[in-house]
């Protein structure tokens, strides 16, 4: 079954501090990724998406199929980086959410 | 300004009376869904729609209706709501389901059934 996996619920770190938010998924086929970020009383919304390749906020992902993974990686974490992370993968026609991970940056 | 609306923003209400949450964007997209989201199981979707005219259940469409008479609305009806379908409700949209193409998401709905 196609599912995706974020085993974190939170994760703490220190402002300047290395981040890895893990994601790995299930899917039988080539896999379409994507990170959405929900920040305080702010709409969900894309952050970014693996076929794009692209680095937003510092962040970047790496496809990787051997490990079916989808990790969100940024080098020094910001406090304005705290919110809820969300990895998603698409399955035909709709999206399939993990359950998050809630990134709290300490200054 | 390009968006998602979605109406009403919150709302308490009892068991077994009839609510429609609405739902409208202005960006002529074709596709759009309804989520719902919960502590611990993130978003889940509900109900889906591909165009006008067109729906499909997602993964918990269960006590949960929609139609998609214009393109621009997609409204998720309640028929008879119960305490189980307490949570916090997204619409979103997006041009249509094509990888490259972002969900625009509104600002939920946080329902709460008594």
């Known amino acids: 079954a196609q599912r995706v996996t974020q085993p974190e619920k939170l994760l703490s770190v220190f402002k300047g501090a290395p981040v890895e938010l893990k994601c790995n998924y299930s899917?039988?086929?080539?896999?379409?990724l994507f990170w959405y970020v929900q920040y305080s009383r702010q709409r969900l919304q894309l952050l970014l998406r693996?076929?794009s390749r692209e680095s937003i906020k510092g962040f970047t992902a790496d496809l990787n199929k051997g490990e079916t993974s989808f990790h969100l990686k940024k080098p020094f974490a910001q406090e304005e980086d705290s919110a809820m992370y969300y990895c998603a993968l698409k399955n035909t026609d709709k999206l399939i959410f993990g359950t998050g991970t809630r990134l709290q940056v300490f200054p | 300004e390009a968006q998602v609306t979605q109406n009403p923003r919150y709302l308490i209400t009892v068991t077994g009376k009839k609510l429609t949450v609405t739902c409208s964007q202005n960006?002529?997209?074709?596709?759009m869904s309804w989520y719902r989201q919960d502590p611990g199981l993130g978003l889940r979707q509900i109900y889906y729609s591909m165009n006008v005219e067109v729906t499909d259940k997602g993964d918990v469409p269960e006590g949960y209706k929609v139609s998609r008479k214009e393109k621009r609305n997609f409204p998720l009806i309640l028929e008879s709501p119960s305490p189980n379908q307490t949570s916090l409700y997204f619409c979103?949209?997006?041009?249509?389901?094509?990888?490259?193409?972002?969900?625009?998401f509104g600002p939920g709905t946080r329902l709460t059934v008594l």
């Open positions: 960006m002529n997209h074709e596709y």
């Open positions: 899917y039988s086929g080539s896999p379409e």
């Open positions: 693996h076929i």
């Open positions: 979103a949209s997006s041009l249509s389901i094509l990888s490259y193409n972002e969900q625009f």
